[in-house]
């Protein structure tokens, strides 16, 4: 039979992508005591790797398909198939940052300020090259962890960190220099896999019905029933993704509407909906929208 051997992130997105992977029709189970996780799909062999180190097995062929952030594959310059970007986290649909820090009552104000300075991160290549690339000689150092406090106690000059909403930053008392990198979750191929028509196959498979469940993120379907003289008022305040869905009742002059929202609209709009006429309104969330 043949076999997929898909990647995991283990860390702070592991959660965040097993409940992406069950929206989309998957159920993985994670085990405390093993790095193989359970799917309900014979097909696909289940690994937990670091994101940071993800990359790297998907060019070797140790995993024939991963998720992990467009910073580490390029911190580790790998050579893969970038198949679906796919945008989700714990606080955000947003794309992270990457960006350089320093303590809010230091004098550097620009990134030529760092000239012969030290700086600590995660992201030591990608942060080497970027400032090389821009004539700035610095003196960049890897960072274990508790990296904001290297900079807080002045161990360092200024870090590069990563951040979603940049709330952690400012806490912690610092200050935002520049951003270097917006990075976000990619689904990644290894290239030689990618040349097999079955595996080929089953990864675009999985990267439709991911980015169909991501697409309904905070979508929801709102139905109603509306008179044939107030169809009108209704569909013109209706927003939806192309066209709402009308439909007869039966032997009734008045039709089903059926249509696609976005989650925050709804508490407005269905007192506006009852008013106009709309009668018998449901709302319902959606797993995937393709």
Do not use: H
Not at 73 to 89: F, G, T
Not at 200 to 219: F, H, R, V, Y
Not at 242 to 252: C, D, F, G, I, R
């Amino acid at each position: 039979m043949n076999r997929l051997k898909l990647g995991i992130p283990k860390g702070s997105l592991e959660n965040a992508t097993i409940e992406l992977f069950r929206k989309s029709g998957w159920k993985i189970q994670v085990s405390s005591r093993n790095y193989f996780p359970d799917i309900d799909d014979n097909e696909i062999t289940c690994t937990l790797v670091r994101a940071q180190e993800m990359s790297r097995y998907v060019e070797n062929g140790t995993l024939d398909v991963g998720l992990t952030g467009k910073d580490w594959i390029m911190e580790n310059n790998s050579d893969v198939v970038v198949v679906a970007d796919l945008i989700y986290s714990k606080v955000s649909q947003k794309p992270a940052r990457w960006v350089l820090v320093v303590k809010e009552n230091s004098p550097i104000k620009k990134l030529e300020d760092l000239k012969g300075k030290k700086i600590s991160t995660e992201l030591v290549n990608f942060t080497k090259n970027y400032f090389a690339g821009r004539n700035i000689p610095v003196e960049v150092e890897f960072s274990w962890g508790a990296t904001e406090a290297k900079v807080v106690e002045e161990l360092v000059d200024a870090i590069v960190e990563v951040t979603e909403t940049g709330s952690t930053i400012r806490a912690n008392g610092l200050r935002i220099v520049s951003e270097l990198m917006q990075t976000n979750t990619q689904l990644i191929a290894n290239k030689n896999g990618w040349k097999d028509p079955w595996k080929k196959e089953k990864i675009e498979q999985i990267a439709l019905l991911l980015k169909g469940a991501l697409q309904a993120d905070g979508m929801v379907v709102l139905k109603m029933n509306v008179p044939k003289d107030k169809l009108q008022g209704v569909i013109d305040i209706l927003p939806c993704l192309n066209a709402p869905t009308v439909s007869n009742l039966y032997q009734k002059d008045w039709f089903s509407v059926e249509t696609v929202i976005s989650e925050a609209k709804v508490r407005e709009l269905i007192p506006r909906l009852q008013k106009l006429g709309a009668e018998g309104i449901i709302e319902y969330s959606l797993n995937k929208v393709i």
